[in-house]
T-cell receptor
Framework: KAGVTQTPRYLIKTRGQQVTLSCSPI?????VSWYQQTPGQGLQFLFE???????NKGNFPGRFSGRQFSNSRSEMNVSTLELGDSALYLC????????????FGPGTRLTVL | QQQVKQSPQSLIVQKGGISIINCAYE??????FPWYQQFPGKGPALLIA?????SEKKEGRFTISFNKSAKQFSLHIMDSQPGDSATYFC?????????????FGGGTRLMVKP
């Protein structure tokens, strides 16, 4: 079974631009979560989606948003990029919403210049 | 408070030795405690997880010890191997009502010397 896939793997943007990252969960998985990983702040929860509904949201500004489609694929969007948004953005999927095992994708490395 | 504190930040162990990583948490509502292993260029992968009703869980060379009263849990890697060299993260979550929101520790970079 294919794992979690994230596209693109690498992205370079400039301040003020916006970006959309994509995540395809493992087949059959209905829950998708997003995390930001930086050397300074570590791994931080962004948001979680299940059946196209946002269930939880982390402590990030409104510039960070996401959505989930009927096929469970998810996208996250960051508007008005700042230098501090440079990070590895990780997507994780699980079968259902619970403390079920989350499987992480390889991440998208975003660099903001 | 949602914080999970992890120590040490880095660890060097000889091949065959025991690697020990510790985590402490504040929120007594946490009821699921997984450990993740991350290699460079890869996403974190679940190693082993424990719930508070169990004091110890062992899977192969990996053991979680859990102390509910002290609000601490630790990962022991027995017979450490160079292939275990990676970054390890402890995490915690509140459970079904909170979905899959994981609160991570700061990570421990483990190097196992041959």
């Amino acid at each position: 079974k294919a794992g979690v896939t994230q596209t693109p793997r690498y992205l370079i943007k400039t301040r003020g631009q916006q970006v959309t990252l994509s995540c395809s969960p493992i087949s059959g998985h209905r829950s998708v979560s997003w995390y930001q990983q930086t050397p300074g702040q570590g791994l931080q929860f962004l948001f979680e989606y299940f059946s196209e509904t946002q269930r939880n949201k982390g402590n990030f500004p409104g510039r960070f948003s996401g959505r989930q489609f009927s096929n469970s694929r998810s996208e996250m969007n960051v508007s008005t990029l700042e230098l501090g948004d440079s990070a590895l953005y990780l997507c994780a999927s699980s079968l259902v919403v619970s403390t079920d095992t989350q499987y992480f994708g390889p991440g998208t490395r975003l660099t903001v210049l | 408070q949602q914080q999970v504190k992890q120590s040490p930040q880095s660890l060097i162990v000889q091949k065959g030795g025991i690697s020990i990583i510790n985590c402490a948490y504040e929120n007594t509502a946490f009821d699921y405690f997984p450990w993740y292993q991350q290699f460079p260029g890869k996403g974190p992968a679940l190693l082993i997880a424990i719930r508070p009703d169990v004091s110890e869980k062992k899977e192969g060379r990996f053991t979680i010890s859990f102390n509910k009263s002290a609000k601490q849990f630790s990962l022991h890697i027995m017979d450490s191997q160079p292939g275990d060299s990676a970054t390890y993260f402890c995490a915690a979550s509140i459970g079904m009502s909170a979905g899959n929101m994981l609160t991570f520790g700061g990570g421990t970079r483990l190097m196992v010397k041959p």
